[in-house]
T-cell receptor, first 115, second 115 residues
Framework: AQTVTQSQPEMSVQEAETVTLSCTYDTSESNYYLFWYKQPPSRQMILVIRQEAYKQQNATENRFSVNFQKAAKSFSLKISDSQLGDTAMYFCAFGTQGGSEKLVFGKGTKLTVNP | NAGVTQTPKFQVLKTGQSMTLQCAQD?????MSWYRQDPGMGLRLIHYSVGAGITDQGEVPNGYNVSRSTTEDFPLRLLSAAPSQTSVYFC??????????????FGPGTRLTVL
C-alpha cells in the first residue's frame, strides 16, 4: 500500500518570500503520479501542480514548482513570491497510472502567508 | 458545465439516523469517488466506482454504502449514523485512461455533524 507523509503540520512565510513544503511517499509502483492540492478556507480542493514519475524534469506552474527526487521518494513544493491568497492547507497526493479514482493523501500542511 | 455537485452543503444528524449524501457530475466521467476529511488526517478514500454498476471499497468503508446506477450520480448512504462519522465529505470524478492520468475534479464538500 502507498503512504504519503507530510512532516510539517504548519508553516508560515512573509509575503513575497519563498517557502518549501515537504512530502515523502512510499510505493513499490514504477508508474505513478504525484500532486499538490490547495484547500483554501472555502474548502474547495484545487489542483496546484502534478508530476509524472517517469519524467525527470521537475514540473512548474507559474510561481509553483516541485523538487522531485524519485530515488529518495521525495516531492517538495516551492512557492515563490508568496501571496496572501496562497494561505491554505496544502495536501500532497499519490496516484497510480490509470488509477485516478484512488488518490492517497498526506495529512496536509497549513500555510499562512503574513503581510 | 456545473462540474461536480454535492448536496446538502451542511447536515446535522442524531446518532442512529440514516441519510444519503448526493453527488452528481455532468462531465461524463466514468470514475467517481468519495473521500472523508477529518482534522489532521487529510482525505481518506471511502468508496469508489469505475463505472455504472461497479463499486469497490476504499480505505475506510465501514458504515457507508454506495451504488452507481447511472454515470452521473454516486450517492453515499449512512445507514445508522455514529459520532465517528462527523466529517467533511468530498465527492470526486475523473475520466479513465490507461496510459497516463486524468485530473480528479472535486465537489465543494458536505459538512456532516452527528450528535
Amino acid at each position: 500500500a502507498q503512504t504519503v507523509t507530510q512532516s510539517q503540520p504548519e508553516m508560515s512565510v512573509q509575503e513575497a518570500e519563498t517557502v518549501t513544503l515537504s512530502c515523502t511517499y512510499d510505493t513499490s509502483e514504477s508508474n505513478y503520479y504525484l500532486f499538490w492540492y490547495k484547500q483554501p478556507p472555502s474548502r474547495q480542493m484545487i489542483l496546484v501542480i502534478r508530476q509524472e514519475a517517469y519524467k525527470q524534469q521537475n514540473a512548474t506552474e507559474n510561481r509553483f514548482s516541485v523538487n522531485f527526487q524519485k530515488a529518495a521518494k521525495s516531492f517538495s513544493l516551492k512557492i515563490s513570491d508568496s501571496q496572501l491568497g496562497d494561505t491554505a492547507m496544502y495536501f500532497c497526493a499519490f496516484g497510480t497510472q490509470g488509477g485516478s479514482e484512488k488518490l492517497v493523501f498526506g495529512k496536509g500542511t497549513k500555510l499562512t502567508v503574513n503581510p | 458545465n456545473a462540474g461536480v455537485t454535492q448536496t446538502p452543503k451542511f447536515q446535522v444528524l442524531k446518532t442512529g439516523q440514516s441519510m444519503t449524501l448526493q453527488c452528481a457530475q455532468d462531465m461524463n466521467h466514468e470514475y467517481m469517488s468519495w473521500y472523508r476529511q477529518d482534522p489532521g488526517m487529510g482525505l481518506r478514500l471511502i468508496h469508489y466506482s469505475v463505472g455504472a454498476g461497479i463499486t469497490d471499497q476504499g480505505e475506510v468503508p465501514n458504515g457507508y454504502n454506495v451504488s452507481r446506477s447511472t454515470t452521473e450520480d454516486f450517492p453515499l448512504r449512512l445507514l445508522s449514523a455514529a459520532p465517528s462519522q462527523t466529517s467533511v465529505y468530498f465527492c470526486a470524478s475523473s475520466r479513465p485512461t490507461r496510459s497516463s492520468y486524468n485530473e480528479q475534479f472535486f465537489g465543494p464538500g458536505t459538512r456532516l455533524t452527528v450528535l
